[in-house]
């Protein structure tokens, strides 16, 4: 069992930044599959990063490469999602989920274990 919990999000003015960080429970969290998805009212939840067990390959969507930067810390068994050049179309709860194994990054249901969610608005 993992459990994750997010945190860092808030309110910022777009071409800001944010950290948002995961708290995960449990002493095999090296050995998962990490991202981060966020959720937009009235959408569906999207893929936004991902990195490998180990951390030795990162995933971006589109929409934020170049901007956003998704690290870990497996010593202190945290997920980080560094947000920079933020835009309003970046306002979404944005979630940390783990898998044993991602055979596609983009799909929720690759992923075994979810966060709460942690609210980022971006204003403009």
């Known amino acids: 069992q993992v459990q994750l919990v997010e945190s860092g999000g808030g309110l910022v003015q777009a071409g800001g930044s944010l950290r948002l960080s995961c708290a995960a429970s449990g002493r095999t969290f090296s050995r998962y599959d990490m991202a981060w998805f966020r959720q937009a009212p009235g959408k569906e939840r999207e893929f936004v990063t991902g990195?490998?067990?180990?951390?030795?390959?990162?995933v971006y969507a589109d929409s934020v490469k170049g901007r956003f930067t998704v690290s870990r810390d497996s010593a202190k068994n945290t997920v980080y999602l560094q947000m920079n050049s933020l835009k309003p179309e970046d306002t979404a709860v944005y979630y940390c989920a783990a898998s044993w194994s991602v055979s596609n990054w983009y799909e929720p249901s690759t992923y075994q274990y979810w966060g709460q969610g942690t609210q980022v608005t971006v204003s403009s």
């Open positions: 990195i490998r067990n180990f951390g030795g390959v990162t």
